[in-house]
């Protein structure tokens, strides 16, 4: 079956340094994953997405992924915070059950940005 | 309007109320979804339209009611809520609902029932 476990609940950050959440994903085939992004009171907004083309997975706003096989791993990563940044962070994998693809979603992290 | 638009953003409904959410795609897209996001929980899918038909009903209470009238449409009704069903119901839409494609989320509807 397939799962995802986001290792972190929350994650705090001062602005400027790198920011990394962590997702490990269960799978029982080749899995299309993806990082959504949600802001107070908004809803999901897609970051970045991987289905079997390249393993580094470039996203908006300076994000970026890699998936890992080896290591059942699909971390997101980015150089430097901003203060919009802060956010919850969803590692989310497909699954298809029941003719159609549904989005398997992790438990969140919450990512805090201080000045 | 572009992407998924949901409305009311915010309703407060007593539990005999009988009240309905409203989300519309301006994608072309063929697939539409219902998501339930409650605090400390996981997203949980509630129901899966592909152009018009319901194709999953996630084990979801009958006092919600879906209707998907076309492919860019999709209603929730809501009748006789309890406490619990408090929530941000998300919408959500897809270019179809077999091939791994990328959901496209409205901003939701917060729901309190009093």
């Known amino acids: 079956a397939q799962s995802v476990t986001q290792l972190d609940s929350h994650v705090s950050v001062s602005e400027g340094t790198p920011v990394l959440l962590r997702c490990n994903y269960s799978?029982?085939?080749?899995?299309?994953l993806f990082w959504y992004v949600q802001h107070p009171n908004k809803g999901l907004q897609l970051l970045l997405k991987?289905?079997?083309?390249?393993?580094l997975v470039k996203g908006i706003n300076g994000f970026e992924a890699e998936f890992k096989k080896s290591e059942t791993s699909f971390h997101l990563t980015k150089p430097s915070a901003h203060m919009s940044d802060a956010a919850e962070y969803f590692c989310?994998?497909?699954?298809?059950?029941?003719?159609?693809?549904?989005?398997?979603f992790g438990a969140g992290t919450r990512l805090a940005v201080h000045p | 309007e572009t992407g998924v638009t949901q409305t009311p953003r915010h309703l407060v409904m007593g539990m005999t109320n009988k009240k309905s959410l409203k989300c519309e795609q301006h994608?072309?897209?063929?697939?539409m979804y219902w998501y339930k996001q409650s605090a400390k929980k996981p997203l949980e899918l509630m129901f899966v339209?592909?152009?018009?038909?319901?194709?999953e009903n996630n084990s979801v209470p009958s006092r919600f009611s879906p209707e998907c009238p076309n492919s860019s449409h999709l209603f929730l009704h809501l009748h006789t809520l309890q406490p619990e069903d408090s929530a941000l119901y998300l919408c959500?839409?897809?270019?179809?609902?077999?091939?791994?494609?990328?959901?496209?989320f409205g901003p939701g509807t917060r729901l309190t029932v009093t």
């Open positions: 799978s029982s085939y080749s899995p299309s």
């Open positions: 989310v994998v497909t699954a298809f059950s029941g003719g159609y693809n549904k989005l398997i």
């Open positions: 994608l072309g897209h063929n697939a």
């Open positions: 991987y289905t079997s083309a390249a393993t």
């Open positions: 339209y592909s152009l018009e038909e319901r194709v």
């Open positions: 959500a839409s897809s270019q179809d609902r077999t091939t791994v494609y990328e959901q496209y």
